[in-house]
């Protein structure tokens, strides 16, 4: 998903959170409804090869997400990261692992709406997206920094947080 990131930066904000919210859960959705129930057997004999792309994503969307200053990038390389939670969960082809992915893209299209509001948010204050520009801006905006916090500790998959029970199940 290399469009991703370009999509969501030259998206508006609104258009961003759906992007992330709702967009981007259709062909996980595609694979446990369609693949997994009409091509039981496919999934079976892909499954291994369905974690492993899973954990490319989770790795690859991660290490690419650590090199952004662009605070839209971060968040939709973080996206691409998180969806490859939901692949490994529906590699796995038990309960656990299926209830999982379907949480797991619930909560992804929770957090990442929430980070792309508070992206924009910060935009409309600042008029950038560079993050080598943000030093001091809990001091200006401490309502939204405090959100920031929990959404972004949510993403991370901290306990008690929406992530980390999606997290959990899929893995």
């Not at 967009?23 to 039981?40: A, D, E, F, S």
């Not at 939204?144 to 980390?164: C, D, H, V």
């Amino acid at each position: 998903h290399t469009w991703l990131p370009d999509a969501h930066t030259d998206a508006s904000t609104p258009t961003s959170m759906l992007l992330a919210g709702i967009l981007l859960k259709m062909g996980g959705y595609g694979l446990i409804r369609m693949n997994l129930q009409l091509l039981p057997d496919f999934m079976q004999y892909f499954a291994a090869m369905f974690v492993l792309l899973g954990v490319i994503n989770l790795l690859y969307g991660a290490f690419v997400a650590l090199a952004q200053t662009d605070l839209k990038k971060l968040v939709a390389y973080s996206s691409i990261s998180h969806m490859g939670i939901v692949l490994i969960g529906i590699g796995a082809l038990n309960l656990a692992g299926l209830s999982g992915a379907v949480f797991q893209m619930f909560a992804h299209g929770v957090i990442s709406a929430g980070l792309f509001m508070v992206a924009g948010i910060v935009y409309l204050r600042t008029h950038t997206r560079d993050m080598n520009h943000f030093g001091g801006l809990a001091k200006v905006m401490p309502r939204l920094s405090y959100f920031a916090m929990i959404i972004a500790l949510a993403s991370l998959g901290l306990p008690l947080l929406i992530g980390f029970p999606a997290e959990t199940l899929a893995f």
